[in-house]
C-alpha cells in the first residue's frame, strides 16, 4: 500500500520531501488550512487519519507521537490487522513506529533512520533483544499458524531452549538475529515445504520452495487447472503456501487460465523457452514425443516445475494429468525468487502505425 506522509505546517515540507525521497512512492498529505504544497490536502486531521487506518495505508505522521496515538486510539481492535503508523520528530531525528512493527513500521523505521540520519526507536521485545522479528519473515515466507508467534518469542525472551527443524528453504534471516536455537529439539520452530499441523507449542514456516509447472491446451478452464494444481500438491502431501511461482512453456505466456492460477495462488506466473525446458531432458520421469514434435521439448509441466528449481532442485511430484492439462512440482534446495526465473508475460506498445 501507498504510504502516507502527514505534515501540519509548512515548516515540516522539507522532511516529507525527504522522506519521500526515500519512499519514492509515498504521498505527501497535508492539513489545507496550513499547507498549500502537497499530493494531497486534508481539512480534519482525525477524519483523514482514520480513512487511511481503515484503508491499511501506511502512515508515517511528522508529528508527536501523542497526537496519532489519540487520533488512531478509536480504532484500535486487532494488531494483527493493524498497518504501519510512525511518528517523526521535526527534526528527523528519531522515529518511532507505533503501530504494525512487525507489519513493515519497525523496517520502515530502521529505513528512514539510514536515510534521514536520526534514530529508530524500535520497542519490540524481540526486535531491541535479538534482532529478530519471527512474525515479519521475508518475503514469500507464510507463517502457517501466526498465534503460535507469541509463545515462542516469549520463550526465546525468557531464554528457554526453542528447537529448530529445518526441512526446506533458507534459515540465514533466523541467523541474522541473536536469538539460538537447538537444532535437536523439537516443539519449537519448524521450516517445511510439507501440509502439516502444527503440534503443542510448534510454529510452522513454509519458505518459498517449491516451482509448479503446468501444461495445457489453449483455452483450458482456470477451474480445470485450479482443481488440477490443488489435487498435485494434496497428493504430495505439499503445502500450497510453500509455492514460490507458476510456471510453463513461453508459448503459453497469454494463456489467460495460468495467470488466473497463479493470482489464486497469490504468485507470479513465470515462462521459458522450448530450448530452455528442452535442457532438462535428462531430468524428466515422464518425457514424450508427442509433446516434443508440437513443442519443442519433451516436458512442459516437469521441464518448466525443473529449471524453475534449478540445478540442485528435484521433481518431487510427477507430471499429473487432467483432461486437457499437466501439472507437476519441483522443489527447490533454497527460497526461490521468482523475479528471477524465467521471463514474465510480455508487453507490445504500438508507437507509430506509419502513414
Known amino acids: 500500500m501507498t504510504p502516507a506522509i502527514i505534515f501540519l505546517n509548512a515548516a515540516a515540507l522539507p522532511l516529507a520531501r525527504r522522506i519521500q525521497a526515500a519512499l519514492p512512492n509515498a504521498e505527501i498529505h497535508g492539513l489545507a488550512k496550513r499547507v498549500a504544497e502537497c499530493d494531497q490536502s486534508f481539512d480534519d486531521l482525525g477524519d483523514h487519519l482514520a480513512q487511511l487506518f481503515v484503508a ?36 528527523g531525528s528519531v522515529i518511532v513506529p507505533l503501530l504494525g512493527g512487525h507489519h513493515g513500521a519497525n523496517a520502515l523505521a530502521d529505513r528512514l533512520a539510514l536515510a534521514l540520519g536520526g534514530f529508530a ?21 507464510h507463517i502457517a499458524n501466526p498465534p503460535a508467534v507469541k509463545d515462542i518469542a516469549a520463550r526465546l525472551l525468557s531464554g528457554e531452549p526453542v528447537g529448530l527443524i529445518i526441512e526446506a528453504g533458507d534459515r540465514a534471516w533466523l541467523a541474522r538475529g541473536d536469538a539460538t536455537f537447538e537444532t535437536d529439539l523439537g516443539g519449537g520452530i519448524r521450516i517445511t ?20 509447472g503446468i501444461g495445457c491446451e489453449r ?5 480445470e487447472l485450479r482443481d488440477l494444481a490443488e ?10 503456501h510453500s509455492v514460490a511461482c507458476v510456471v510453463s512453456l513461453d508459448l503459453k505466456a497469454d494463456e489467460v487460465a495460468i495467470h488466473e492460477l497463479a493470482c489464486h495462488l497469490d504468485v507470479p506466473a513465470r515462462f521459458f523457452t522450448a530450448a530452455e525446458l528442452l535442457a532438462e531432458t535428462p531430468r524428466l520421469q515422464t518425457p514424450s514425443e508427442t509433446v516434443f514434435a508440437e513443442v519443442g521439448c519433451y516436458g512442459v509441466a516437469e521441464g518448466a516445475a525443473l529449471a524453475a528449481a534449478g540445478s540442485t532442485g528435484e521433481l518431487i511430484a510427477p507430471k499429473l494429468k487432467s483432461a486437457r492439462a499437466t501439472c507437476a512440482i519441483a522443489q ?12 514474465k508475460q510480455g508487453r507490445l506498445s504500438i508507437v507509430g502505425m506509419g502513414p
Do not use: Q, Y
Not at 332 to 343: P, Q
Open 332 to 343: 527447490s534446495s533454497h527460497d526461490l525468487d521468482a523475479s528471477i526465473i524465467g521471463r
Open 193 to 212: 515445504a510439507w501440509d502439516v499441523s502444527a503440534k503443542d507449542g510448534e510454529l510452522i514456516f513454509h519458505p518459498p520452495v517449491l516451482a509448479l
Open 56 to 91: 491499511a495505508r501506511p502512515i508515517i505522521g511528522i508529528c508527536a507521537a501523542g497526537i496519532l496515538i489519540r487520533k488512531l486510539a478509536p480504532l484500535l481492535d486487532d494488531k494483527h490487522n493493524e498497518p504501519p503508523v510512525l511518528a517523526i520528530a521535526s527534526d
Open 121 to 141: 526507536a524500535v520497542t519490540t521485545a524481540s526486535d531491541s533483544m535479538f534482532g529478530l522479528a519471527l512474525d515479519e519473515p521475508p518475503p514469500g515466507w
Open 231 to 240: 489435487g498435485c500438491l494434496a497428493a504430495s502431501g505439499l503445502s500450497r
Open 219 to 223: 483455452g483450458t478452464s482456470f477451474e
